[in-house]
Structure formats: structure tokens, C-alpha cells
């Protein structure tokens, strides 16, 4: 079975990150989607919003789908967090699976910028979802690494690990740090995420 691993701060998770995954999960045929909150490195953290509330946020969107799943893996573990060791930890713990991490292309672009990056794509594909204007201008380091890796969705569902996929999700320009922008102007901001993350945002009063 194929599994999507899908990291973010999710600082907080919305429509932009959900949309796109779902669209992901039916256009790669994957069976699971692991929406997985990173540890935030204190000196980063948004003060007042814990790792808890994000992770409430994540299981709250589980609702949304029987596909999506809260992964609370990285948070569980008392170290900072590497995704090419997390990815390898996740393997040992899915041997059977194909596991897909997914990251939107401004992500993806800084990708040379992550710990171990190029073992990345050992124990895992790597795919890559649109967003903003950022369409498929990578790095000459980057292009390097895509050119020896990219494969069509057919091969890359055939292999176990160490692809490249560009897919074909739909464009939702929205980004967390917009919307704790617009909560703290008291902008409108509820559309951007689901509705029971808006409640949950209102209840415990954050970003404010
Ligand atoms: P911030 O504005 O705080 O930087 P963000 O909205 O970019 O947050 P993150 O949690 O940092 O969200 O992103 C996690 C992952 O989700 C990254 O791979 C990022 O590229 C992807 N992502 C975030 N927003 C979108 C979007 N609107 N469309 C596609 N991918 C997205």
C-alpha cells in the first residue's frame, strides 16, 4: 500500500495544505495520508500555540477524510527532528508500504538546505505538489538531483523508493503565515481553513 507522509509546522494546518494532499492521494492511488506536525525549534515557535493545539488541529481535519491521519511520530520524539531520519524510522515501521513524502514546490526548491538531503529519496519518493508561481524553476543543484530521479506516475507506483514525481494537484494560494496575519488584523480568515479548525482557533484564542 502506498502511504503519503506529509510534514509541515501546520502552524496552522488549512485548506491549502488539505486540498492539494487529497487531490494527491487520488491522483497517486495512495491508501493513507500522514499529516505529520514537525517540532517547531523553540526559538521559532509562534508564542502561545503548543505542539498540542497544532496536533489538535491535524486530528481535527482526520475528520474530513478517511484517507488522512494524524502522525504525531516526530513530536513524540524528545531530540529535533530530521526528515531523512524521520522517513527512515517510518520505513522500519511500514516495511511492506510504499511511502511518498509530499511537499509543496517552494519547499522543494530549498530542499538542498535540509539535513541529509540527498538521502531523502532513500527509503522514500519524493513528491512534489504545485504552489504559487514557483512552477518547475529549480536550482541548478536541484535540477541535477530531478533530472537523475523524475519518473512517471506508473514507474514511480511500481518502485519502492527513490523517485521524483511532479504532480498535478490543484493551486490554493493560501499560507499559514497569511492566516495568523489576518486573525491578529481581525481580517476574514475562516475560509481559509476547515470549519471546525476555525472553531477550534476562536475557542482557544489563538494567534491573537
Ligand atoms: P508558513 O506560512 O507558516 O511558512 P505554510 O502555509 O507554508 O506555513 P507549512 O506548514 O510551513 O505551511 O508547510 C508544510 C508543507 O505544506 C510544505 O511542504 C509546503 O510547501 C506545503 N504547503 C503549504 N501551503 C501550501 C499550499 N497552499 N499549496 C501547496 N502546498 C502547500
New binding site residues.
Given amino acids: 500500500m502506498l502511504r503519503i507522509i506529509?510534514?509541515?509546522?501546520?502552524?496552522p494546518?488549512?485548506?491549502?495544505?488539505i486540498?492539494?494532499?487529497l487531490a494527491l492521494a487520488d491522483e497517486l492511488s495512495a491508501q493513507a495520508i500522514h499529516l505529520m506536525?514537525?517540532a517547531i525549534p523553540p526559538h521559532r515557535d509562534t508564542p502561545s500555540v503548543s505542539a498540542e493545539q497544532r496536533l489538535q488541529m491535524v486530528t481535527l481535519a482526520c475528520e474530513l477524510d478517511s484517507r488522512l491521519q494524524a502522525e504525531d511520530w516526530e513530536l513524540q520524539q524528545n531530540r529535533h527532528s530530521y526528515t531523512a531520519i524521520t522517513l527512515a524510522e517510518l520505513k522500519q515501521k511500514y516495511p511492506q508500504d510504499t511511502l511518498v513524502f509530499?511537499?509543496?514546490?517552494?519547499?522543494?526548491n530549498a530542499l538542498d538546505s535540509w539535513h541529509q538531503w540527498q538521502q531523502l529519496v532513500d527509503h522514500a519518493h519524493l513528491v512534489v505538489?504545485?504552489?504559487?508561481d514557483t512552477e518547475r524553476q529549480l536550482k541548478p543543484v536541484l535540477s541535477a538531483f530531478v533530472a537523475a530521479r523524475e519518473l512517471e506516475l506508473s514507474a514511480l507506483q511500481q518502485q519502492p523508493a527513490g523517485g521524483i514525481y511532479f504532480a498535478q494537484?490543484p493551486?490554493?494560494?493560501?499560507?499559514?503565515?497569511?492566516?495568523?496575519q489576518r486573525i491578529n488584523n481581525s481580517d476574514s480568515w475562516t475560509h481559509m481553513v476547515p470549519p471546525a479548525i476555525a472553531d477550534y482557533i476562536n475557542q482557544q484564542q489563538l494567534y491573537r
Avoid: C, K
Avoid at 506529509?6 to 502552524?11: A, D, E, K, L
Avoid at 494546518?13 to 495544505?17: D, S
Fill in positions: 506529509f510534514g509541515g509546522t501546520f502552524n494546518l488549512h485548506w491549502g495544505h486540498r492539494p494532499a506536525p514537525s509530499a511537499l509543496g514546490m517552494d519547499a522543494f505538489m504545485r504552489r504559487g494537484t493551486l490554493v494560494d493560501i499560507s499559514a503565515t497569511d492566516i495568523r
